[in-house]
Nanobody, 124 residues
Framework: VQVVESGGGLVQAGGSLRLSCAAS??????????MGWFRQAPGKERKFVGN????????YYEDSVKGRFTISRDNAKNIMYLQMNSLQPEDTAVYYC????????????????WGQGTQVTVSS
């Protein structure tokens, strides 16, 4: 399984960005997988942002992003999205996409497959 993030960049506070995570797995579908977004700010630990169960599309978010961030997926393209609105400087981080076989989890240790990360910088 491979996951590749894209869509990061520089945005002013209050602005929006949409990150994408393209997933691929030889000969497999993602119906039995869950995917998550994590972020790591400079000098800090990697933290959970949100996740989605591929089958059914149920989502869960960390409290600080609820109402501002939305995770969705495109089944046909095997792409997960993170729509980020009302961005604030404290959202500045490297954002990582991750995948795991099975149900959704908030713990990054539960995810076996990781992308390389994409930088999101929010200026004040």
């Amino acid at each position: 399984v491979q996951v590749v993030e894209s869509g990061g960049g520089l945005v002013q506070a209050g602005g929006s960005l949409r990150l994408s995570c393209a997933a691929s797995a030889s000969g497999r579908t993602f119906e039995s997988y869950s995917m998550g977004w994590f972020r790591q700010a400079p000098g800090k630990e990697r933290k959970f942002v949100g996740n989605i169960r591929w089958s059914g599309g149920s989502t869960y978010y960390e409290d600080s992003v609820k109402g501002r961030f939305t995770i969705s997926r495109d089944n046909a393209k095997n792409i997960m999205y993170l729509q980020m609105n009302s961005l604030q400087p404290e959202d500045t981080a490297v954002y990582y996409c991750a995948a795991r076989y099975g149900g959704s989890r908030n713990d990054d240790l539960r995810y076996a497959y990781w992308g390389q990360g994409t930088q999101v910088t929010v200026s004040s």
